[in-house]
């Protein structure tokens, strides 16, 4: 059973930046996909980045060259960081792994960021 830990959400100004971390259990983490999705409320959830196994990155428009995904393997954690932070980016933030060939998804249990105007 996966286990998916994530960390590093919290209260920070307009224009500041936040680094989350995303540790997972098990061995299988280095041949699995990773993301980070977020949810404001009253919306849904949505993607913010994706890191392939093989390192490839896709980002949403709305954070593109604001926020950048990593991973080191023999951590296993994904990492997000975000700069230039907006209002509209404050969300529970979701971790997610994708097992290979789709076998199944797991989530993490959110962790809150928090931009003040």
């Known amino acids: 059973q996966v286990q998916l830990v994530e960390s590093g959400g919290g209260l920070v100004q307009t224009g500041g930046s936040l680094r989350l971390s995303c540790a997972a259990s098990?061995?299988?983490?280095?041949?699995?996909?990773m993301g980070w999705f977020r949810q404001a409320p009253g919306k849904q959830r949505e993607l913010v980045a994706t890191?392939?196994?093989?390192?490839?990155?896709n980002y949403a428009d709305s954070v593109k060259g604001r926020f950048t995904i990593s991973r080191d393997n023999a951590k296993n954690t994904v990492y997000l960081q975000m700069n230039s932070l907006k209002p509209e980016d404050t969300a529970v933030y979701y971790c997610?792994?994708?097992?290979?060939?789709?076998?199944?998804?797991?989530w993490g249990q959110g962790t809150q960021v928090t931009v003040s105007s």
């Open positions: 890191i392939t196994r093989g390192g490839s990155t």
């Open positions: 997610k792994q994708d097992l290979p060939g789709s076998l199944a998804s797991y």
């Open positions: 098990g061995s299988i983490f280095s041949i699995s996909a």
